[in-house]
T-cell receptor, first 113, second 116 residues
Framework: EDKVVQSPLSLVVHEGDTVTLNCSYE??????LLWYKQEKKAPTFLFML????IEKKSGRLSSILDKKELSSILNITATQTGDSAIYLC?????????????FGTGTRLKVLA | GAVVSQHPSRVICKSGTSVKIECRSL??????MFWYRQFPKQSLMLMAT?????????EQGVEKDKFLINHASLTLSTLTVTSAHPEDSSFYIC????????????FGDGTRLSIL
């Protein structure tokens, strides 16, 4: 059965700290791994990692895909209170001829001032 | 960037009512749309995958007669919750992706459904 597991489930840090969020997966015919940030409404897209793009960076956020270990990390440096959110990892792959995304449980990050 | 519009954002209605939720891709052709359900403090649970012009593929445990999905065009998919009951109350989110599986899916803002 396909699954995506994220850790930790929740995390509380202080502003300025660096955090590392983890995502591991077992997905048939893996194609991509995506990171999303969810605040009050629907998730907003952060990064997409594929075999041809295993490392992405945008400002204080960066992500790496390790296809051997079937995992990915999301790093946030110099955290701010605005980074408080749920971070979701989704893995895209083909199952029974259908392309779909499986979401992890999410990591709830709270950044204290 | 890609924009997906979901409507309505909130619905409050009586038990037994059928509710239709629309999901539109505004600036790209969405060959595939996904419908998710999210319970409080939980992750997104895929309900069904919808491809334009064909029947939706439902995940195990999701009643296709309860959750009717139509994807009649490359820019519109609808989810109808038929004869809704309080246990159907949830946050429903759609997403859309284009023809290239190397492009990410983009989400609508979600619909919060409350059945009294």
């Amino acid at each position: 059965e396909d699954k995506v597991v994220q850790s930790p489930l929740s995390l509380v840090v202080h502003e300025g700290d660096t955090v590392t969020l983890n995502c591991s997966y077992e997905v048939t015919n893996f194609r991509s791994l995506l990171w999303y940030k969810q605040e009050k409404k629907a998730p907003t897209f952060l990064f997409m990692l594929t075999s041809s793009g295993i490392e992405k960076k945008s400002g204080r956020l960066s992500s790496i895909l390790d296809k051997k270990e079937l995992s990915s990390i999301l790093n946030i440096t110099a955290t701010q209170t605005g980074d408080s959110a749920i971070y979701l990892c989704a893995v895209g792959g083909y199952t029974s001829g259908t392309y779909k995304y499986i979401f992890g449980t999410g990591t709830r990050l709270k950044v204290l001032a | 960037g890609a924009v997906v519009s979901q409507h309505p954002s909130r619905v409050i209605c009586k038990s037994g009512t059928s509710v239709k939720i629309e999901c539109r891709s505004l600036d790209f052709q969405a060959t595939t749309m996904f419908w998710y359900r999210q319970f409080p403090k939980q992750s997104l649970m895929l309900m069904a995958t919808s491809n334009e012009g064909s029947k939706a593929t439902y995940e195990q445990g999701v009643e296709k007669d309860k959750f009717l999905i139509n994807h009649a065009s490359l820019t519109l998919s609808t989810l109808t919750v038929t004869s809704a009951h309080p246990e159907d109350s949830s946050f429903y989110i759609c997403s859309a992706s284009g023809t290239n599986s190397n492009q990410p899916q983009h989400f609508g803002d979600g619909t919060r459904l409350s059945i009294l």
